[in-house]
């Protein structure tokens, strides 16, 4: 435990939580993001964020499934796609799927993820690895193939929402003000394990009951009950990406609940030719190794485009407490 634990009882909103799988996150000011890391962590500086409360867990293929039975949801990675959006591409590939993880069979150059990573028709997240698979001992992994308007059908249809990317972080934290992990400042020792990331050689040989996901709360939660806040999946957030943060604020001020930028900020500069709008991930995943991918960390944040899910990435919810006028009872 660090000694920048924070100590004092939270305080907790008037009435029930929204459901019993949710946990209240006190609201304050802390530091967010990080300057000893990636480039787009940066500036780490204080963030004010209103309390709201936060799925204990990832979304579930379980809770999943009991969406789209309830409502014949159909996700991104299940519908036909439409060929003038994509000009270009094989025949072959212009059919419903999605992002699949493929171990290598030996060591690569790890400039070239697209040596790991297989465009699988009818991969999608009841379906995690293609048509002849499915969530047989695995309805209690997170929901994976999950575009981000997959997510956002979710949370509507549970009368949530999507958590901002300075309200994960906040959580992700559980109360320890800047440390490096969620856990402290220290890398997971021989032997523990606090995390479901990589641990092997990355990315043909995961060690024994890891490279995959693992069943939510497989790991010990952090300072605020929470589960894989490292590790697992990445998460959707609502916020749009942008490369760096803050820079319409004033540095004397601590911003009041931020959020990102705007859908046109959001567009990948460096590829023109994709024109689709990026939202923030949190969390890192399975797949994060220290020789390739640190991010299994609060701070860590990367863009993903809104139409595409992978098979390592999902989604929790969040929701704001009842805003209660005391005018009426007056």
Not at 113 to 138: I, N
Not at 188 to 215: K, L
């Amino acid at each position: 435990m660090s000694d920048r634990q924070v100590t004092s009882p939270p305080a907790t909103p008037e009435g029930a939580p929204p459901s019993d799988d949710m946990v209240w996150i006190p609201g304050g000011t802390f530091l967010m993001g990080s300057d000893a890391h990636y480039a787009e962590e940066a500036p780490a500086r204080g963030v004010d964020v209103s309390g709201f409360w936060l799925g204990r867990t990832t979304v579930t293929n379980a809770q999943y499934a009991g969406f789209v039975e309830d409502t014949g949801y159909v996700t991104v990675a299940e519908r036909p796609l439409d060929p003038a959006d994509f000009p270009g591409a094989p025949a072959e590939n212009l059919v419903p799927g999605s992002m699949v993880f493929t171990p290598t069979a030996g060591p690569v150059d790890l400039r070239h993820l697209s040596q790991w990573w297989t465009w699988t028709p009818g991969a999608c997240w009841h379906c995690p690895e293609g048509p002849r698979t499915d969530l047989a001992g695995r309805r209690d992994h997170p929901a994976v193939h999950i575009a981000h308007e997959d997510a956002l059908a979710y949370a509507a249809w549970a009368g949530l929402n999507l958590p901002t990317e300075a309200q994960w972080e906040l959580a992700a934290r559980g109360g320890l003000e800047g440390a490096t992990y969620t856990w402290g400042d220290e890398p997971e020792a021989a032997g523990e394990r606090r995390a479901n990331y990589w641990h092997g050689d990355f990315p043909w040989r995961a060690g024994p009951g890891y490279g995959t996901t693992a069943p939510v709360g497989s790991y010990p939660a952090n300072g605020h009950g929470l589960f894989d806040m490292a590790g697992n999946v990445w998460e959707w957030t609502a916020d749009w990406y942008v490369e760096t943060r803050f820079t319409d604020v004033a540095p004397c001020c601590a911003p009041r609940d931020p959020r990102g930028g705007t859908l046109e900020e959001s567009l990948d500069r460096r590829q023109p030719q994709f024109r689709v709008p990026r939202k923030v991930i949190k969390g890192g995943s399975f797949l994060c190794a220290d020789s390739y991918c640190l991010r299994y960390r609060p701070a860590a944040r990367r863009p993903q485009m809104v139409d595409t899910g992978m098979s390592h990435i999902g989604f929790r919810c969040a929701a704001d407490p009842p805003r209660i006028d005391r005018r009426a009872d007056a």
